[in-house]
């Protein structure tokens, strides 16, 4: 098991930037597969962005070119780099892991409490 809790998040205005962090504890080594989702007001959670235990990434279409996950190893930290926020950027977003590659399936067995995104027009 492995525990994970975001931060970075915050109000920003359409065009901003914000770089979201998941800190991770406890089994890092086994659950080594790690996305980045997010859930809007009434929505479903939607996977934004995943990497896997290669350094393989993919991303959601509604964010390709604009955000970037990346991972530091030894500080056992996820990263979620958001360039040219747009309103509809706003939501929740969170971190989860898994020994299992689910890529942006909200399948993890594994998730942080959570950082809100606010992206105002």
């Known amino acids: 098991q492995v525990q994970l809790v975001e931060s970075g998040g915050g109000s920003v205005q359409a065009g901003g930037s914000l770089r979201l962090s998941c800190a991770a504890s406890?089994?890092?080594?086994?659950?080594?597969?790690m996305a980045w989702f997010r859930q809007a007001p009434g929505k479903g959670r939607e996977g934004v962005a995943t990497?896997?235990?290669?350094?393989?990434?993919s991303y959601a279409d509604s964010v390709k070119g604009r955000f970037t996950i990346s991972k530091d190893n030894a500080k056992n930290t996820l990263y979620l780099q958001m360039n040219s926020l747009k309103p509809e950027d706003t939501a929740m977003y969170y971190c989860a892991a898994d020994r299992i590659a689910w890529l942006l399936l909200p399948n993890y067995r594994n998730w942080g409490q959570g950082t809100q995104v606010t992206v105002s027009s």
């Open positions: 990497i896997q235990s290669d350094g393989g990434t």
């Open positions: 406890g089994d890092t080594y086994s659950n080594s597969y």
